[in-house]
T-cell receptor
Framework: GAVVSQHPSWVICKSGTSVKIECRSLDFQATTMFWYRQFPKQSLMLMATSNEGSKATYEQGVEKDKFLINHASLTLSTLTVTSAHPEDSSFYIC??????????????FGPGTRLTVT | GESVGLHLPTLSVQEGDNSIINCAYSNSASDYFIWYKQESGKGPQFIIDIRSNMDKRQGQRVTVLLNKTVKHLSLQIAATQPGDSAVYFCAEKPSTSGTYKYIFGTGTRLKVLA
């Protein structure tokens, strides 16, 4: 149980275009989803927290107009990179928060999406 | 663009030996800690977690130790196997984080030598 999927797994786009990444919780409802960014050989950096039905909360330094997040349902959140540039090339990972009886903070991570902007 | 010149700390361990991966966390108010394993090109995989009211927790072949005095977390892997080769991250959840967000450590690459 507690599977999170991302689509696409990799995408190449041209500079100036926009690309949408989907994050789905397959077998549970996720009231909160998180979007991370990871550069090679670096750690995961939280970009934003997304709550179903409300606006996302962005971390300091993350441009909300560039990284549009929509969490329209309890099983789907989307991240749209608008007007992508080569410096936006990265590995984008989402996670979804699940409630478990003993530990109620656990996040389940998706497999990631590799974005390359040419 | 991508950053260059950054290298993850690497721990090389002989197959069958025990591995100890360390992590210094930043926030004394953190109340929940997790270890993740990440293989190349994949998302983080949950290994084990621990709450701040505990100092040790054991799983299958893994043990997490928490020392709140020095803000130190460790992951012990018993009888390390080739499949354990990956990058390991610790993550903390500050208790002040109403949104349950995690802060990830820098990561350690574990190389298992045959």
């Amino acid at each position: 149980g507690a599977v999170v999927s991302q689509h696409p797994s990799w995408v190449i786009c041209k500079s100036g275009t926009s690309v949408k990444i989907e994050c789905r919780s397959l077998d549970f409802q996720a009231t909160t989803m998180f979007w991370y960014r990871q550069f090679p050989k670096q750690s995961l950096m939280l970009m934003a927290t997304s709550n179903e039905g409300s606006k996302a909360t962005y971390e300091q330094g993350v441009e909300k107009d560039k990284f549009l997040i929509n969490h329209a349902s309890l099983t789907l959140s989307t991240l749209t990179v608008t007007s992508a540039h080569p410096e936006d090339s990265s590995f984008y990972i989402c996670s979804a928060r699940s409630w478990t009886p003993e530990f109620n903070y656990e996040q389940y991570f998706g497999p990631g999406t590799r974005l390359t902007v040419t | 663009g991508e950053s260059v010149g950054l290298h993850l700390p690497t721990l090389s361990v002989q197959e069958g030996d025990n591995s100890i991966i360390n992590c210094a966390y930043s926030n004394s108010a953190s109340d929940y800690f997790i270890w993740y394993k990440q293989e190349s090109g994949k998302g983080p995989q949950f290994i084990i977690d621990i709450r701040s009211n505990m100092d040790k927790r054991q799983g299958q072949r893994v043990t997490v130790l928490l020392n709140k005095t020095v803000k130190h977390l460790s992951l012990q892997i018993a009888a390390t196997q080739p499949g354990d080769s990956a990058v390991y991250f610790c993550a903390e959840k500050p208790s002040t984080s109403g949104t349950y967000k995690y802060i990830f450590g820098t990561g350690t690459r574990l190389k298992v030598l045959a």
